[in-house]
């Protein structure tokens, strides 16, 4: 029951700028966007997340649309590192009980 | 440090056998999970518990017993293991509103024979 889309796999030159693109056009006003990523056999990393106004970090920016319907992932400087799947999520604190469901992601090959 | 670490990372056993995985996170989190991973790479949660009370049981089988000693660790004990039960096993800790992200441990990859 994931609320997100994203595209299953995106390819990416090593030292571009990688554009992660998610719809999420049923998110409700006080759901967040979280952004994961899985590199192979590890253990999901978060990334960054945002409400409605723009996010950056040291790994990654999040741009949202104003009407917070889509949101896009951005790694500025892509390396071979950052090949792995990456997960848009929506996300409301429930005081305890909610849960970070995830969906399909979409595959983020990085090539040399 | 590891922020959230489990233990065994591998696990091969017989069907029919009880197994236990431990998870122990030092980062003063509040909220411990758990999820597993199949061999299509879905993952899904299963347990969450707030400072030891049991939050979220997501319709797993009772072979599936988690047990939290205290708000740092949350162990998954498994009865009479079956084939289906094989998968990578994830804990992850978060602040009681799960807000700023969950942090996973690396994983505990369980082969059922």
């Known amino acids: 029951d994931a609320k997100t889309t994203q595209p299953p796999s995106m390819d990416c030159a090593e030292g571009r700028a990688a554009n992660l693109p998610c719809n999420h056009s049923t998110i409700s006003g006080n759901e967040y966007v979280y952004w994961y990523r899985q590199i192979h056999s590890q253990g999901p990393q978060y990334i960054i997340h945002?409400?409605?106004n723009n996010e950056t970090n040291e790994m990654a920016s999040l741009i949202i649309t104003e009407d917070r319907k889509s949101s896009t992932l951005i790694l500025p400087h892509a390396t071979l590192r950052d090949t792995a799947v990456y997960y848009c999520?929506?996300?409301?604190?429930?005081?305890?009980?909610?849960?970070?469901?995830f969906g399909k992601g979409m595959k983020l090959t990085v090539n040399p | 440090d590891t922020a959230v670490s489990q233990t065994p990372k591998y696990l091969v056993t017989q069907m029919g056998n009880d197994k236990s995985i431990k998870c122990e996170q030092n980062?003063?989190?509040?909220?411990m999970y758990w999820y597993k991973q199949d061999s299509k790479k879905f993952l899904k949660i299963m347990f969450s518990y707030n400072n030891k009370e049991l939050i979220i049981n997501e319709t797993v089988p009772n072979r599936f017993s988690p047990k939290s000693p205290d708000k740092a660790h949350l162990n998954l004990h498994i009865n009479s293991l079956e084939l289906g039960d094989s998968a990578v096993y994830f804990c992850?800790?978060?602040?009681?509103?799960?807000?700023?992200?969950?942090?996973f441990g690396s994983g505990t990859r369980l082969t059922v024979v």
């Open positions: 980062l003063g989190h509040d909220t």
């Open positions: 999520i929506v996300f409301q604190t429930q005081g305890g009980s909610e849960k970070l469901v």
């Open positions: 945002g409400l409605k």
């Open positions: 992850a800790s978060s602040r009681r509103d799960g807000n700023y992200g969950y942090t």
